[in-house]
């Protein structure tokens, strides 16, 4: 999970912070912890048999949020920011 994040922010976010910000988020995401703990803090069952179904649910629930965020990110003019 680390590395997966890890390099999605380097490829994106980083260019644009410094490096005080850069080994911040460095650091938090090293407190993660692994792929299992991040699913049982979001309720997964460990005894269920579907992780992609669970997942996948998780997703259906933040894609309100993210279409809002959208919206008003067009709304204020900031659809720009890096």
């Known amino acids: 999970l680390f590395v997966c994040l890890f390099v999605s922010c380097r490829s994106t976010l980083a260019k644009y912070h410094n490096w005080l910000i850069q ?3 460095g650091v938090a995401l090293n407190t993660l912890g692994s792929r299992e703990f ?3 803090k979001f309720g997964f069952d460990k005894t269920a048999d579907d992780e992609i179904e669970f997942l996948n649910d ?3 629930a933040l894609k309100p949020v993210c279409f809002h965020l959208n919206g008003m990110f067009s709304q204020f003019d900031i659809m720009d920011l890096p």
């Open 23 to 25: 080994k911040s988020v």
């Open 38 to 40: 991040v699913l049982e």
């Open 58 to 60: 998780i997703e259906t």
